[in-house]
């Protein structure tokens, strides 16, 4: 079974530019979340999506949305790029129960210049 | 505020010994809680998990402990490997609640031939 994806898995960008990730989850979960890594924070929970929903959110502001397709693929964006945004993105499927094991991508390097 | 603590950003043990990781919590609504090691350049993967319910929960070297008055788990790893040089995150969850992951900030073990 493949795992799961994210593309790009790195990306550089300047301050004030927008950019949206990709994550492809395991075949059969229907749960997606995106996580935050930074050296100083670990890592933070941005949001979940279920079944094309979303059904949770972390505390990051309105710059951060994504969204869920119905074959459960989903995306991150991220719009007015801060130098602060640089992190390492990860995604995270599972099929979507709370106790679900949570699967998860290698990340995107996200570097803001 | 840091709900999952993880107050030693490091810790380097012989091969052979055993490795002890710690993690606090302060909202005593978690009753999951769980343990994640990370590879640099690849994302985090599930390595044990215990409920509120129990006070232990083994898996091969890898052993969970609980002590829920005190509020605080850790991760025994014996007999330790160099193998087992990576980052480990504790994780907890409110089932009942919002039900998304808290990470702590994580703890880098190096594990010394």
């Known amino acids: 079974k493949a795992g799961v994806t994210q593309t790009p898995r790195y990306l550089i960008k300047t301050r004030g530019q927008q950019v949206t990730l990709s994550c492809s989850p395991i075949?059969?979960?229907?749960?997606v979340s995106w996580y935050q890594q930074t050296p100083g924070q670990g890592l933070q929970f941005l949001f979940e999506y279920f079944s094309e929903t979303q059904r949770n959110k972390g505390n990051f502001p309105g710059r951060f949305s994504g969204r869920q397709f119905s074959n459960s693929r989903s995306e991150m964006n991220v719009s007015t790029l801060e130098l602060g945004d640089s992190a390492l993105y990860l995604c995270?499927?599972?099929?979507?129960?709370?106790?679900?094991?949570?699967?998860f991508g290698p990340g995107t390097r996200l570097t803001v210049l | 505020d840091q709900q999952v603590k993880q107050n030693s950003p490091s810790l380097s043990v012989q091969e052979g010994r055993i490795s002890i990781l710690n993690c606090d919590y302060t909202?005593?609504?978690?009753?999951?809680f769980l343990w994640y090691k990370k590879y640099p350049a690849e994302g985090p993967t599930f390595l044990i998990s215990?409920?509120?319910?129990?006070d232990k929960n083994e898996d091969g070297r890898f052993t969970v402990f609980l002590n829920k008055s005190a509020k605080h788990l850790s991760l025994h790893i014996v007999p330790s490997q160099p193998g087992d040089s990576a980052v480990y995150f504790c994780?907890?969850?409110?089932?009942?609640?919002?039900?998304?992951?808290?990470f702590g900030k994580g703890t880098k073990l190096t594990v010394n031939p």
């Open positions: 215990i409920s509120s319910i129990k």
């Open positions: 075949s059969g979960h229907r749960s």
């Open positions: 909202n005593s609504m978690f009753d999951y």
């Open positions: 995270a499927s599972s099929l979507g129960l709370a106790t679900d094991t949570q699967y």
């Open positions: 994780a907890a969850i409110f089932q009942g609640g919002s039900e998304k992951l808290v």
